[in-house]
């Protein structure tokens, strides 16, 4: 495996590492508007990230190929929908600020599912960052390393928040530094194994490779709708949690027009 994948496929986890070490420097949980601001930067990022990084590369992919460009950016993007759905309604997790568990009932700590409930949001951002290194690899025209990177590293901005996110509340309702340091970690562990997984599905079914990519699309924003844009707008001033998506968007739009 060449060492850019490698570095692409780390960074976004780097980014969570980064953020979740905030809990050794800051004291307290966060403050609701700064999770709001932060909570609406991430969704901006990752809207942004699934059209210019996703879907448009998958179009512009399958009329290289011949195929209908809407073809696998409607049929990849509803397949991640359908999956991130899936997922939500089976795996048990908590959503921050809330004390209704969602999906399967099982006798889990409130810990626990919270980090689950992140964990689910970072299995679409790897697969994400993996169909979009597997393209770059396998020569694709449409996708350049510096696009390729510039996804990675849009994700490993954001993640610094969504770090930050798990393991300051954490602390906050006294959890140690540590554990909550760990707890903070383990919620991005799964992106390296998700963009590792989606790139070794590419090599094997190259074709395959804009409905990946849409795929990844569709699961980002269903998270995005279900999970991040409520949390973003929940309470008074809901505006500052707009304010930092537009900010989120356009800093991953100027990434992938920049480096792409």
């Known amino acids: ?32 508007m700064l999770q709001r601001a932060l909570t609406g930067f991430a969704a901006g990022v990752m809207v942004a990230a699934s059209i210019w990084s ?3 590369p998958a179009m512009e992919q399958a009329e290289d190929m011949g195929q209908p460009a809407f073809l696998p950016a409607v049929l990849g993007f509803w397949l991640g929908i359908l999956f991130l759905l899936a997922l939500d309604r089976t795996v048990p997790h ?7 568990p969602e999906g399967l009932h099982a006798q889990l700590k409130r810990t626990t599912m919270l ?20 393209g770059w690899a396998a020569g694709e025209q449409t996708i350049s390393l510096a696009g390729a990177l510039a996804l990675s590293i849009g994700i490993a901005i954001q993640n610094f928040p969504e770090g930050a996110i798990i393991s300051m ?3 906050g309702a006294g959890t140690r530094r540590r554990r909550a ?11 390296p194994i998700a963009a590792l997984l989606t790139i070794w599905a590419a090599g094997l079914i190259l074709p395959a490779l804009p409905y990946l990519l849409s795929f990844a699309a569709g ?6 709708v279900e999970e991040l844009v409520p949390e973003a707008s929940a309470g008074t001033h809901s505006n500052l949690g707009t304010l930092f998506f537009a900010f989120g968007f356009t800093l991953m739009l100027w990434l992938d027009v920049a480096l792409g």
Do not use: K, W
Not at 181 to 191: D, I, K, N, Q, T
């Open 169 to 171: 509340p954490l602390r």
């Open 54 to 56: 996703l879907l448009v």
């Open 94 to 100: 908590l959503h921050q600020d809330s004390s209704q």
């Open 181 to 191: 340091f760990l707890y903070g970690v383990l919620s991005g562990a799964v992106e």
């Open 219 to 224: 699961a980002m924003v269903y998270v995005v």
């Open 1 to 32: 495996m060449r060492i850019e994948v490698i570095q692409g496929v780390l960074l976004p986890f780097l980014g969570t590492i980064l953020g979740a070490g905030c809990v050794f420097f800051m004291r307290g949980g966060l403050r609701p």
């Open 115 to 134: 980090v689950l409930a992140v964990t689910l949001h970072n299995i679409p951002e790897g697969m994400a960052v993996g169909a979009v290194l597997a």
